[in-house]
């Protein structure tokens, strides 16, 4: 959910101002990663070092990880000369922009030190309270962010097609979202799930906290037709599928999105880099960056 205190509607949310001339598209982009030796991690700093419009400009750890002190580079067998440090201002300190999947205390702590130096985020981390958006959303009224629990096209692209499905089928069909991921997943139902259910939810003019069911055990009653059910799967190295089934009597339509690897959230968010340069302030995602809104 982005619409925090700063994002009230439409357009109030773009603000375009252009403060930074370092962030002209003609000179790459500096950008620092956090969880620099994580699974997103690694993938990022391989996308980043890859596009000839961004410099690697920093890396981040949590302090007392292996990785602390080591190139960013060293597990492609490659010197960067860009060393993971655990300090953020020491990381952020060459940067304009931060790419953060991490964990929601790790993504807070480094965006203090954002609002603090003036550096964009783009924020990939899942697993944030109400509480800790709020927080995001209070530091996007210094810099401006992208956040989104997904950053690749096509999980956009389901978002649309999901709401295009729920007001169609808004009477008569039981909605449940279904996600399956690897066994080191820390958080569930997923953030890309959750993000399904506040579309769903929204397209039929409910709110998705009144109507979630997040577990079914036992003498569970009948379904409610109002609800939103999810179901987690965790195993092995899924990278990421989401199913939302709609089931009728007579039919079910089931609209799938499968990832079959990271590279895809890696490309978004260099996409997401490139949309918030020269932009001061603000909350967006990536309907914001892929002009889906
Ligand atoms: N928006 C999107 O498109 C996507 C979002 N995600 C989300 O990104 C996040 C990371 O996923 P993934 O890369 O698989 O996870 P990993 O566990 O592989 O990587 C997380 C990294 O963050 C570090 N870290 C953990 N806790 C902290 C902390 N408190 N402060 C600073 N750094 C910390 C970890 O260090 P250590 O290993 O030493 O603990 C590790 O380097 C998750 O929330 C996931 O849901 C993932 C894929 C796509
Ligand atoms: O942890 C992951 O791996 C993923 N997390 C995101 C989420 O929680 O939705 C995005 C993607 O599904 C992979």
New binding site residues.
């Given amino acids: 959910m982005l619409t925090g205190p700063v994002a009230p509607a439409g357009n109030s949310r773009r603000l375009h101002r252009v403060t930074d001339s370092s962030s002209s598209t003609s000179s790459p982009r500096r950008v620092a990663v956090a969880g620099a030796s994580g699974?997103?991690g690694h993938m990022l700093i391989e996308a980043v070092r890859a596009a000839e419009d961004c410099r690697l400009a920093g890396a981040l750890d949590i302090a007392g990880s292996p990785a602390v002190g080591s190139d960013a580079a060293a597990f492609l067998g490659v010197n960067s000369g860009v060393p993971i440090v655990a300090d953020p201002r020491e990381g952020l300190k060459n940067a304009q922009v931060l790419i953060d999947f991490t964990r929601p205390e790790g993504t807070l702590a480094h965006l203090a030190v954002c609002r603090e130096l003036g550096v964009q985020a783009v924020i990939?981390t899942?697993?944030f309270s109400e509480a800790q958006k709020a927080e995001i959303a209070a530091a996007a009224k210094d810099i401006a962010i992208v956040m989104a629990?997904?950053?690749?096209v096509g999980?956009n692209v389901t978002f649309k097609l999901l709401e295009m499905a729920a007001k169609a089928l808004s009477t008569g069909y039981d909605i449940e979202v279904i996600?399956a991921?690897?066994r080191?997943?820390?958080?569930a139902?997923?953030?890309?799930?959750?993000?399904m259910g506040e579309v769903i939810a929204e397209a039929l003019g409910r709110d998705l906290k009144d109507c979630a069911v997040y577990a079914r055990e036992g003498v569970t009653g009948e379904r409610d037709p109002s609800t939103i059910g999810f179901a987690t799967i965790r195993g092995g190295d899924i990278?990421?599928d989401?199913t939302v089934l709609f089931a009728g009597t007579g039919e079910r339509i089931e609209i799938t999105h499968k990832?079959a690897s990271?590279a895809t959230?890696a490309q978004g968010s260099l996409r997401a880099v490139r949309f918030l340069a020269g932009r001061q302030a603000g909350l967006f995602d990536m309907f914001d960056v892929l002009g889906l809104r």
């Fill in positions: 699974r997103m990939g899942t697993g629990p997904n950053m690749s999980v996600e991921h690897h080191h997943k820390v958080d139902p997923s953030g890309t799930a959750l993000k990278v990421g989401h990832s990271r959230y």
